[in-house]
């Protein structure tokens, strides 16, 4: 202990010192820094290649690296599988929803067999389809019946279907008519069966489709 005074005008100022030995760092508790000796015995390679050799090939420092690699490499499997079985998943979910969709027609032909005799034009504002007294016919599309008319001149036997949107269609001729007036109709209702009513030569199917109040050619929006 050393004991300093010194005299000041007004004040005595008195320091204590206590001198210490210094403590010796041991290089031991610091693995990352490392003696002169422990690099000379790696062969070959400068003194900053020598240096990280040091680092990565110590006891303790492996004990340290190789557990968090260890968790590393178990947390990124983990994380890994997941995504791998997220993409299997998604992967198989497409494949078992690749099958064709299958959908119904929204429009179709009134008979079964199309045999067109008389084609539309000025004078004839439909077509005409051939068959025999009995035949089914069927809406072209979904709809309201609108208009149902028994007569034995003109369009005879006839049914108008409202589709909307300004469509209806009529089909004429028939020999019996199986709907009524406001009943809703869809591609598998029998409206009525082929006949000859009205001016008619021979059976066949009368079929006009009026768009807006202008009859258009019905084989313009039929396959």
Do not use: C, W
């Not at 004991?3 to 204590?16: D, G, V």
């Not at 439909?126 to 016919?137: A, K």
């Amino acid at each position: 202990m050393l004991n300093y005074s010194f005299n000041l005008p007004k004040y005595r100022l008195i320091l204590n010192l206590k001198v210490i030995k210094r403590r010796k760092v041991n290089v031991r508790e610091f693995p990352f820094i490392p003696k002169m000796k422990h690099l000379r015995r790696f062969r070959g390679g400068n003194i900053v290649s020598r240096f990280f050799r040091h680092i990565f090939e110590h006891s303790k420092i492996n004990k340290i690296l190789g557990g968090n690699l260890a968790f590393a490499l178990i947390t990124g499997s983990l994380f890994t599988s997941n995504t791998a079985l997220g993409s299997s998943l998604e992967e198989e979910l497409y494949v078992t929803s690749s099958e064709p969709l299958v959908t119904k027609s929204g429009i179709q032909y009134p008979v079964e067999t199309i045999r067109i005799t008389q084609g539309y034009h000025f004078f004839h504002p439909g077509v005409d389809l051939d068959g025999i007294t009995g035949d089914v016919i069927r809406p072209v599309m979904t709809g309201i019946v609108e208009n149902i008319t028994y007569s034995r001149i003109g369009y005879g036997n006839s049914v108008i279907v409202n589709h909307g949107n300004g469509i209806i269609s009529r089909y004429a001729h028939l020999s019996t008519i199986k709907v009524k007036e406001g009943q809703e109709v869809d591609l598998y209702t029998q409206i009525g069966e082929m006949g000859s009513s009205g001016r008619a030569f021979g059976d066949h199917l009368h079929f006009e489709i009026i768009e807006n109040g202008v009859p258009i050619n019905p084989t313009s929006i039929l396959k």
